[in-house]
Every structure is written in structure tokens, then in C-alpha cells.
């Protein structure tokens, strides 16, 4: 039987269990009995998911963008904020209030735009009641005592400076969020997470395509309106979420112009579900990933797959006639574990509107900018993302780990010199997918191997989040240019929590 057959049984049958017999069924199966830090799968059946699930939010509502954040400085290049978080109330569905976690009381994430180069200073203010916090600037490539990782929480009611410069060229879609240990998928999935821009001095994109950020979340709400607890499913497989938004929207609509060319940047901002995007009648030209654009655009795709964390920057051609184009995101099998996997279906994201009297498409350019490959790697690294099964206590648990290994905040796993080019290869051994996140630096892909098929990378990117599918192994370059403690993890918040972290000394 394979794992994921056997765990399936095991939560199905497990009811029936007594501690007794779940060991020696445990024995039976060769699983490792210790190592649990998960909360534990409850074998009680229902108990769990007890609570109704609100199946309805109001769709269709008028497309809008994220709300900014003020830069309250007067100097030239230098952005300035203060971030609280704390709580706050928004109404997903009208008259029902539901209690979330918001930045500044601003629902669905207040966007951060500054230009390369600038300087930025950013007081936090954690005030969300009982629990400590960061802010991680996800994807920036900041001094390492800058990036909010789990290794410098910040206090519930204390206060903290973030300072840093933004390096020239590093253009691109990043993020915020807290990361704040064990706490990170639930402080997420109550509200708090934001996009992050930072605009080029010289982008070679016509403004006329505009520049519209799709920042796409979930939600999911208990009948009386407050926000689900994660589930046993959630916590193995990661959140899904019940409704996904765009913008803190459920399936919004936008209206252009027929023929109209646009710019979108696509977040998967979501805690744990992947989305295979694809847009009803129309292809996507790709011109960006997480790190900014890439070297040329990549024309014709009919989907996308954005794992959590994943970023993309599209370029679409809208149909010259009137019309409604759903962007949808597909099922896609990223190795479900247990039972409640969700329906294989499409779902609606956005509704694109076609009305109006029609305008001329914009040509881009071939070029978008030069990328440098990085050159003949001087160190190798090899990672191993591994899951272990245990059962505690009659219950079932499960691990997600590097190496075999559990986050230690003060055990230092890997090393790296500054300026040193590295091959990391890492094979996924596990039965699920894994996007894995690198903090610090932006990578290069260099290829695929999967069966004994290798895939070369299609185009040069810069990318701090790649997806690693079950027994598939990823190589990738980077570089340092800074040292300090850094970290690399799985991007599922839920397995990130658990421990699918490691640590990188950078000397
Ligand atoms: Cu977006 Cu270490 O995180
Ligand atoms: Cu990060
Ligand atoms: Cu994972």
C-alpha cells in the first residue's frame, strides 16, 4: 500500500482505533511513532469540521484596486509608513462583520509602491492581542537583520523599525507578511498579507497597458461569520481556503474596451492552493516572474501554474469584440493527503468584460531586459524534502521535512560564502508538491528531472519561489551578495509552521 492509500484508511478506519491497536497497526505500516509537532489529526471523525461552513459570498461586485499604503515622507527617494497590525472588521457578506487581522485596518492588504533605489523605513506596530509578529519583506533582497524572519519576532504591543534600501534593478512583484514562527498560516489566513512594488526608473512596458495587480487570496467563514479555524486537511495539505478573491473580491468584474492590451501582476498570496490559471478565449504572454521581468516575453500560454508564494507579470490582448472572458483556475493534482480532497472542478476567479467601442492593441517590445546567467557554480548544495507519519496519542500526525530535519531557530543547516555561485539541487521524496522559498536572494532555474527526464529551464527568470512536485528533483543557481542567518522553506504556510524550514549561515 502506498502512503497515501494507507493514511487515507487510516483516518477513514481511524474511529475504530484504540491506542492499542493503532500502534501495531502503526508498526504494521513501518511508521515512525515520535516526531510529532502537528496538532494532531483527530480521529473522532467529525468532530473536527463540526462548525457550518458559510458557502456564499456575494459575487460579481465591480473590480477594484488594493487600497495604497501613504508615504508619509517628505524627502526625495525615501518611502516612509507605519504598518500596525491589529485587529479589525470587514463584511464579506453585507450586515455580517467578520473579526479579521488587518495592516492598518485596511481589509484585503494595503499595497506598498516605491521605486528602485529608494530608501524605506517602516515602523511596525504589532498590536494583534497575545501573539508575536513580524514583517517579512518577501523576495527584497535586504540585509538579513531587515527581513522579519521567525528569528527577530516582534512583541504583541511593542514596536519595531524595518530599514533598508531597495537595490537598483530589482524591479519587480514582491510581497509582505508576518512570519512570525508557528504562527505565520494562521496570522495570514486571518488577513495580513500585501503586495509590495517596486517600479523600475526605466520600465520598457507603455504605460497605456496600465498596470492592474491581481493579489489573490482565500477565505474561509464559518455560517455565523467568523473566519474557519484550519482543519486537520488544511494543516496537512495546507489551506484552500472555501472562496478565493481577487483583490478581497469574490470573482469581480472588470470592463475594458474590446481590443484593449493589458498588464497584470498575478499573486498567489494563498496559504495553500495552487492555481493552474487560464484565461477563456484568450492566451497570456508572460513577462515577468517573482524577481521582475524576464529577458524577453514568452508568447501564447494557455495556463499558468502559480504555486503559493508564486508570482507572474502577464501582458493580454483582449478579444476586439464585446464579451465576458472568466479567468479560471483549473484543478490540478498537487498530491492530496487524506480524505476531504476537494472537487476537481474549475473555478471562476474574475470576470473580464469586453464593452465599449474597441481600441488598438499595444505591441511590445522583443526585448524586455538583459538577465545575466549566473556562471559554473563553485559550490553544490543537495536538499531533500521528506514526510514522515507518526501517530501520537491515537492520533495521527504528520511531519514535512528538509533533510529530515525539523526547524531548530538556533541550528544553522547550511553554509554559504558571499559571492559564491551555488547549484542547489533538491529532490522532493514526498508524495505532495512543495514550493520551496529561498529568503535573501533571487535564483535562476536551471532544470527539471522527473523519471529520468531532464527539462532545461524554458527562459531565464529570477524567481524566489519555485514548486517542487512529488519525486521531481529542481536545480537551481544563486548567489549571495550580503552574509548573515537566512532561510529556506516550504511555502506552505501550514507545512512551514510545522517545521519545513532550514537555515543558511551566509559567511
Ligand atoms: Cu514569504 Cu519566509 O516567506
Ligand atoms: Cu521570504
Ligand atoms: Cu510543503
Partial sequence: MNRRKLLTSILAWGGLLTGGNTKAFAKMAGMNMANSKLPGMDMSGTAANSHKRLRKLPIGIPFSHLARLENTSREKATFEAVIEAGNGTHEFVPGLATRILAYNRIASGAMIEVAEGDHVKITFKNRIPEQPSTIHWHGLEIPADQEGGPMNPVASGADHT???????GSAGSYWYHPHPHGLTSEQVYRGLAAPFLVRSKNDPLSRELGDTTLFITTVSLNSDGTIAENTDADRMNGREGDHVLVNGNKQPVLTLPPGASRRFRLYNATNGRFL?????????????????????????????????????????DFKAKVGRFNLTSKAYERGWMGDNKPAAKALSLMTFVL????VEPIALPEKLRDIVTLGEPTSRKRLEFS???GM??????????????????????LQARVGEIELWEIYNSSDMDHPLHIHGTQFQIVEREKKGKKTPAPFLAWKDTVNITSKETVRIKLQYSTPGLRMY???????EDNGMIGTLDIV
Fill in 392 to 413: 501520537a496519542n491515537g492520533r495521527m500526525t504528520m511531519d514535512f521535512l528538509i533533510d529530515g530535519k525539523s526547524f531548530k531557530m538556533n541550528r544553522v543547516d
Fill in 162 to 168: 524595518y530599514e533598508f534600501t531597495i537595490p537598483e
Fill in 489 to 495: 522553506h516550504c511555502h506552505i504556510l501550514e507545512h
Fill in 355 to 358: 464593452a465599449g467601442l474597441a
Fill in 387 to 389: 514526510e514522515n507519519m
Fill in 276 to 316: 493552474r490559471l487560464s484565461l477563456e478565449g484568450h492566451t497570456m504572454t508572460l513577462v515577468g516572474t517573482d524577481g521582475g521581468l524576464i529577458a524577453a516575453p514568452v508568447k501564447g500560454l494557455n495556463e499558468l501554474i502559480l504555486a503559493p508564494a508564486e508570482r507572474a507579470e502577464i501582458i493580454v
